[in-house]
């Protein structure tokens, strides 16, 4: 029987964006399996053309909403799309690159991939790590 050694990470705190163009993160913990979900907290909530847009390319949890017990709302987290780089795109894009090895993960200029908006602690990494593969021997006796 083989099995996958791995670790999941919920919600680790990549970090805070100043609002600069080119921001790098790297994960506490590498490397960074496929199925990550990556979410920053933005500033406003995204328009419906918009929020129907990143539910086709991320799907239906693209936005998730906090409210507090009046009904304000009190954060907006928003997945964002790995892509392999940013030829491809546009400054309202919400795209960052992974280095699934290192854990690095990086973010537009502004031009080529959005700028995450400045606030503290508002960029968040749901993702397993590890993988090494483990062989269970069973033995007949």
């Known amino acids: 029987?083989?099995?996958?050694?791995?670790?999941?990470?919920?919600?680790?705190?990549?970090?805070s964006s100043n609002g600069d163009p080119n921001q790098t993160y790297v994960t506490t913990q590498?490397?960074?399996?496929?199925g990550l979900r990556l979410e920053v907290q933005e500033n406003t909530i995204p328009t419906p053309?918009?929020?129907a847009a990143l539910e086709?390319?991320?799907?239906?949890e693209a936005v998730t909403i906090v409210r507090d017990e009046t009904g304000q709302t009190t954060a907006v987290w928003v997945c964002w799309q790995a892509?392999?780089?940013f030829y491809g795109?546009?400054?309202r894009d919400r795209h960052y690159t992974i280095d699934y090895l290192t854990g690095t993960i990086r973010f537009g200029d502004g031009q080529s991939g959005r700028v995450p908006?400045?606030?503290?602690?508002?960029?968040?990494?749901?993702?397993?790590?590890?993988?090494a593969i483990?062989?269970?021997?069973?033995r007949r006796r």
């Open 1 to 15: 029987m083989w099995a996958s050694q791995t670790k999941t990470l919920p919600r680790e705190i990549l970090g």
């Open 30 to 34: 590498s490397p960074v399996l496929l």
């Open 49 to 51: 053309e918009e929020h």
């Open 56 to 60: 086709a390319t991320v799907g239906a």
């Open 83 to 85: 892509v392999p780089d």
């Open 89 to 91: 795109s546009s400054a």
């Open 117 to 131: 908006p400045p606030g503290r602690n508002n960029i968040r990494l749901y993702y397993q790590t590890g993988g």
């Open 134 to 138: 483990a062989k269970n021997f069973c």
